[in-house]
């Protein structure tokens, strides 16, 4: 039942494009009505009708330690009662800034924005500032945020400058972002040979996340920190999914590839509006005001949301078993998935990361995540939604595990998927 959110959609849709402050939050792909939520604590979402559902969403990653952790919410709330935001420095700032430098030792020096995005549009500016160079590599089916630059599709072939991929994006913008494919080596190389010295860097979400869970084949990693350093580009792993939650130091921890910037989101916030973007002394030294590379933000390390930021992530500093409790829970669901499906469902799942494809197809690039019957997804979705299951409502995002999910939520959800996928794929 979904009368009060039906009904507060109609309303949204007044003042809000679309009534939603986010495009996935409309439930397009799957067509149904957006469950507008009242709270969720633990594992738990409830929305405005009441329904009490599984989340697996989790606010799309922010949401590692559960909803409305009781010391995340204790320490956000003492901030607030001393002032929202000063516009100055504080003490949790330096605070935050040391906790992320050592958990994740190649973010020497770091910036907090307040989203994202942000963090990616400033990293991109801070990489072809240090190198003198404008040209940036990216990969067909990875998202890092709504930054002009960024939202391309590949242009006819591989070696061709990118087109914009939303109205809005003069040609212009876009001309110095080019496509590789997620996985294929050569597609890089090919970018490199016919525009070695214009790279200034190469950006990838070490594992992606954003066309479905896809994980770099072995090897494909270290192949970018290779060519980066041999043509002098720097290479950005974009972890604001992957940031502290492959592992305690992130995906670059998790696979053992040092990127010259990374960038943070979701988890460095706790579930409050932050972004990082940080790396080692020399480059980040580009920045404003120390540099000539200019970036701002009114409420870039708000203390509320620093207070967030450092009490997540000081929880996961103090029980580092989390990440094996996560996979193990996430590892229950994917091999749940694979034996009621039989190969014609594929999951790929990495720590408490993970995708269902509906292909009878391996899922290791953009293509093959495009292969998927997105129509039996969005049945799928229907169906475990209806049973008290809530999932990303399109195939090309992915199902976040929190600390907060029990074993008996994990066997009630596979209880649900062998109902719902037996029926969907018989
Ligand atoms: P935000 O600006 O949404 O905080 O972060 C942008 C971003 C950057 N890099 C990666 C790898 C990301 O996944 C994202 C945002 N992720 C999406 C979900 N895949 C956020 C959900 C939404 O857009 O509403």
Known sequence: MDTRSKELFEEAKRHIPGGVNSPVRAFGAVGRTPRFIASAHGSRIVDVDGNEMIDYVCSWGPGILGHAHPRVIEKVTEACRAGLTFGAPTEREVRLAQLIAKLVPSMEVSRLVSSGTEAVMSAVRVARGFTGRDKIVKFKGCYHGHSDGLLVKAGSGALTSSVPDSAGVPADYTKNTLVALYNDCSSVEALFEANGKDIAAVIVEPVAANMGVVPPAPGFLEFLREITERNEALLIFDEVITGFRLALGGAQEYYHVTPDITTLGKIVGGGMPIGAYGGRREIMDMVSPVGPVYQAGT???????????????????????????????????????????????????????????FTDREVRDYESALSSDTARYSRYFGRVLDQGIYVAPSQFEAMFVSDAHTDEDIEVTCRVLRNCLSHLLS
């Open 299 to 357: 409420l870039s390390g708000n203390p509320a949301a620093a207070a967030a930021g450092l009490e997540t992530l000081r929880i996961l500093k103090e029980d580092p078993e989390i990440y094996g409790r996560l996979e193990r829970k996430a590892k229950i669901i994917a091999d749940t998935v694979r034996s009621v499906s039989g190969g014609t469902a594929q999951v790929n799942q990495v720590g408490s990361l993970l995708s269902i494809f």
